[in-house]
């Protein structure tokens, strides 16, 4: 059973559902907003959502329903949002390592997992900042919005009915690890080609190689050769 709960304004869709956890017992349930104020990213990062253009977006899934690690929920989250994005827009959407999804080398959702106890059930936390309509990204040169990126018109809460069902669906039959490693490497951004990173401060050139099921990314780098990273110790400039 899923429920799904809308709110006119809330600071973070991802603090508000816990308020939700505690008196439902559905294995998914939703809560979203047009407008919130204070959106969190991963490790810290802060999500700045214009009001009425965007959507901010958490899906509680009870943790006891999935067959596979932390690691490969994660990754197997943004395979399904990209999948959704992709077929809504028949354009091209890949995945920068470990969840943002990318449309026309522009970030168009931020997604924050996090695993949470509560009401005696484990739950993992999908939060996600999807950029519908918003047209101006002063301060953020590389995001975009699907109407900024294809010229497309989405209506809001159609958008959000349509994600979340598709959503629910996929995450009730999770497939194995092998086969999520296979379509997140697949949809990998900037796999097989020649990139910019930022390391100890200092810039050099290299290849990303892959994913590993560790949650790590493999690159190939021009001055220190084959090596593995996890999030925040090596930076893509794009």
């Known amino acids: 059973m899923s ?3 809308y709110l006119k304004e809330c600071s973070s869709t ?3 559902i816990e308020k939700f956890l ?4 559905s294995d998914f349930i939703t809560v979203y907003t047009f407008n919130q104020t204070k959106g969190r ?6 999500w700045s959502s214009t009001a009425e253009k965007n959507l901010a977006y958490t899906l509680a899934v009870k943790a006891e329903n999935s067959t596979v690690s932390d690691f490969m929920f994660n ?3 943004a395979i399904v949002i990209r999948d959704f994005l992709a077929n809504l827009t028949e354009n091209t959407v890949k995945i920068k390592w470990p969840n943002d999804i990318i449309l026309k080398n522009k970030k168009i959702v931020g997604i924050l997992i996090e695993k949470k106890k509560i009401n005696q059930n484990n739950y993992f936390i999908i939060g996600a900042g999807f950029n519908i309509l918003q047209e101006k990204f002063d301060q953020i040169s590389n995001a975009g919005s699907l109407l900024s990126l294809t010229g497309k018109l989405f209506d809001l ?13 996929k995450l009730k039959n999770i497939p194995s690890k092998k086969e999520i490693m296979n379509q997140f490497n697949a949809s990998l951004f900037r796999k097989d080609e020649v990139s910019v990173f930022e390391l100890d401060k200092k810039r050099q050139n290299g290849i990303i190689k892959n994913a590993d099921e560790n949650g790590e990314i493999v690159i ?3 001055n220190d050769g084959l090596q593995s990273f996890y999030h925040k110790e090596i930076k893509l400039l794009y």
């Open 3 to 5: 429920q799904l709960f």
């Open 14 to 16: 991802n603090d508000e």
């Open 22 to 25: 505690l008196y439902g017992n």
């Open 41 to 46: 990213g991963q490790y810290g990062n802060t």
């Open 75 to 77: 990754y197997y989250t």
């Open 157 to 169: 809460e159609e958008f959000t009915l349509n994600l979340n069902k598709f959503l629910v669906e």
């Open 220 to 222: 190939d780098l021009e």
